[in-house]
């Protein structure tokens, strides 16, 4: 019997979910885990019950609401009615087709992103899909993770499967000591500013090497957050004892009996030494620094102590355009050091960065000192357990005692689909993910950046090297 | 959902030169608070539009069906509402140097056609329709080609997406046609714990 060739993880999990291949199709693959919000699953549902199809499998679908949700004064209704009947319409939809929901007043509920692996429904070796693209974060689990759209959201609850081409494999390897005050997000903006912003375009991400082994799973997820900001949909790291030590004991992990037998099958999902990639970057993490976006891309970024770049001294003349609309937009001039921006708003959150890991990060910062006048802090937890946790260890006290104002759980500021907006021409110090234009409200301008470096903004007025603190 | 079908069309086209048109800037997110699926053109590049001298505010190319636009066109978040938008205003096909993955496949089952061209062949379009706001490009899905004027070009595109928007085939329809192996999948994903929710939680 010829030997099996070597596979990546990526090729592992797919082939275990593929329901049919033939040759010039896209291969129709099985979907462990669907998690739907309010934004993109309400036409899915309204063609379904016109098509008059049924939920296949309500029991692997999981519904929350978080893109619109208020992050204060949660016993009201949301202040736009629009915004209202689209987080009642996922609770009708969720209660119709008997899926579970944690509902706005679970202390359960919150960014789908940050409940899906604190409630253990994310579990290595899954397929997990949700319309929203930020769904890689799940990758850090080793699940091959990816957002779609609506249509597609409809084929899953109609069929529990997607019609998919395998992706291209691409490994990004980060290896060397982490200098301190460098931290998972400083990983991500160097990787997506060395990649490029299209870097990964048509590709699942491996991330591998020391530095990401070395990461808490909680990094790790901020890392395989942002790998669509270079274009891949997915983004993994194989799981190891902290994968499984951060899932023990969790609701919806395996049972206690049969956790061994799931550990030992997790076990297997790794990249087999001789498996080869399409594309491979290797990055050196020892010379990185904590990183601010200055333009409107996430890889439009620099280190914390250099200077916003001159587009007249850029190669590339699309780049170069490019970047001149971005300082147009952002209302910076080239070469004017990072640390001279001041910042209006700070707000620390997002599916990306807002797990406790993330709150104690910025709360160190905020020990002891208080926001600079004129700017206004928001802290807004990923979820109501990790609020609840944060309560716990006193984070809102000190925050409070800072001047930051201390929030209950959703996507908020991250895209402004709730009150939580920037005006238009404030600049913001921003945890989360994209600083495209107006993402966080019309003509606001968004800088992308660390917990710890945004609580500093918070509290010096402008950017500053937190390591200095 | 059925899409519309798309064999041949023949249009004026939009030139929309720069890269990296992310979907916050085709259809902001305070537009998507509503649960319909059709009604996003009035929205699309909502801030955009706000410039008078913004190509869609130009009323040469009114009713022109064809965008043709800068590498990574569609970066950014899955909302469909961005080729909704797109559909809703008329827009059939798009022409760029690459597309965003998510958004490619949103296109497909929305019913718009996307090609890729060579970056110095798209530069070519886009300089046509901004001296020339009038001239026509033919996008032909059966032949795969790309007409403008004499030139012609053509493209690759992914067979079974092609197929279906020749045909206009509504995607749910194709896959329910293997519910058998559907069904041996999930008795085969029943007989082991990778992948199984504990739904005591």
């Known amino acids: 019997m010829a030997e099996e060739p070597p596979r990546t993880l990526v090729d592992k999990i797919w082939d275990a979910h593929v329901v049919r291949t033939v040759p010039d199709e896209p291969d129709l693959l099985y979907v462990d885990l669907h998690l739907a919000h309010e934004v993109t699953s309400p036409q899915a549902f309204e063609a379904l019950r016109l098509a008059k199809r049924q939920v296949r499998r309500p029991d692997l679908t999981v519904a929350v609401p978080d893109h619109n949700v208020p992050t204060r004064n949660r016993h009201l209704p949301a202040s736009d009615p629009v915004s209202q009947k689209q987080i009642e319409t996922l609770r009708h939809n969720a209660r119709e087709n008997g899926l579970l929901l944690f509902d706005i007043d679970d202390v359960r509920q919150g960014i789908v992103h940050v409940i899906g ?14 319309g929203d693209s930020h769904t890689s974060t799940h990758g850090a689990f080793g699940a091959l993770a990816f957002g779609i759209g609506t249509s597609e959201v409809e084929h899953v609850l109609a069929t529990q499967t997607l019609q998919q081409r395998r992706p291209k494999s691409m490994a990004v390897r980060v290896d060397g000591d982490l200098p301190p005050g460098v931290t998972p997000k400083d990983v991500i903006l160097a990787i997506i500013n060395t990649v490029g912003v299209d870097g990964g375009t048509g590709h699942a991400v491996e991330y591998g090497g020391r530095t990401v082994e070395r990461m808490s799973v909680e990094g790790r997820m901020t890392v395989c957050n942002m790998t669509i900001e270079f274009g891949a949909r997915a983004g993994l790291v194989a799981p190891d004892d902290e994968t499984f030590a951060y899932l023990e004991g969790r609701p919806f992990a395996p049972d206690p009996e049969v956790w061994d037998e799931a550990v030992s099958l997790w076990r297997e999902l790794r990249t087999d030494p001789d498996a080869t990639f399409d594309k491979v970057v290797s990055i050196d993490a020892s010379c990185m620094a904590p990183y601010v976006t200055w333009g409107t891309t996430p890889a439009q970024s620099v280190r914390v102590d250099e ?28 070469d004017m050091p990072i640390t001279d921006i001041p910042v209006d708003v700070v707000f620390i959150g997002s599916c990306t960065n807002s797990r406790i890991e993330d709150l104690r990060a910025a709360a160190d910062v905020a020990r002891g000192r208080h926001v600079a006048p004129g700017v206004t802090a928001l802290v807004v937890p990923g979820s109501g357990l990790v609020r609840a946790q944060a309560e716990e260890e006193g984070l809102d006290e000190i925050f409070g005692e800072a001047g930051f104002e201390w929030r209950e759980a959703g996507c908020s500021m991250c895209l402004a689909m709730n009150d939580d907006v920037l005006a238009p021409g404030q600049r913001s110090a921003s945890t989360s993910n994209r600083n495209f234009q107006g993402r966080q409200g019309p003509g606001g301008r968004t800088h992308l950046v660390s917990p710890a470096r945004a609580a500093a903004a918070a509290v010096h007025g402008h950017f500053t090297d937190v390591r200095e603190i | 959902m059925a899409i519309e079908a798309f064999k041949s069309l023949t249009s004026a086209a939009i030139p929309l030169d720069r890269p990296d048109i ?14 319909e699926r059709s009604g996003y053109g009035r929205y699309l590049f909502d801030a955009l539009r706000r410039d008078p001298d913004f190509v ?14 800068g590498r990574n066109f569609g970066c950014g978040s899955s909302r469909e509402h961005a080729p909704w938008a797109l559909e809703d205003y008329g827009i059939r096909a798009i022409i760029a140097p690459s597309f965003a ?10 019913g718009i056609v996307t090609i890729v061209l060579e970056e110095d062949t798209v530069k070519e379009l886009i300089e046509r329709s901004t001296t020339e706001p009038a001239a026509e ?24 997406h092609r ?5 206009g085939l509504d995607h749910i329809d194709l896959t329910l046609q293997y519910e058998d192996a559907i069904a041996a999948h999930e008795r085969r994903r029943a007989r082991n714990h990778l992948g199984s929710l504990n739904h005591h939680g």
């Open chain 2, 137 to 160: 490009i033919t996008v032909d899905l059966e032949r795969c080609e790309v007409r403008a004027g004499d030139d012609v070009w053509t493209f690759e595109v992914d067979a079974f």
């Open chain 2, 163 to 167: 197929e279906r928007l020749l045909k």
């Open chain 2, 101 to 110: 993955d998510i958004f490619r496949n949103n296109c497909v089952n929305v």
């Open chain 1, 307 to 334: 200077a916003v770049p001159d587009p007249e001294k850029m190669d590339d003349p699309t780049e170069a355009a490019a970047a001149q609309r971005a300082l147009d937009y952002m209302s910076l001039e080239p």
């Open chain 1, 117 to 130: 692996p604190e409630q253990g429904l994310t579990q290595p070796g899954m397929v997990i899909v949700c």
């Open chain 2, 22 to 35: 992310d979907t916050d800037q085709i259809i902001p997110a305070q537009y998507m608070k509503r649960i």
């Open chain 2, 56 to 69: 869609l505010n130009d009323a040469r190319y009114e009713g022109a069906k064809i965008l043709v636009a």
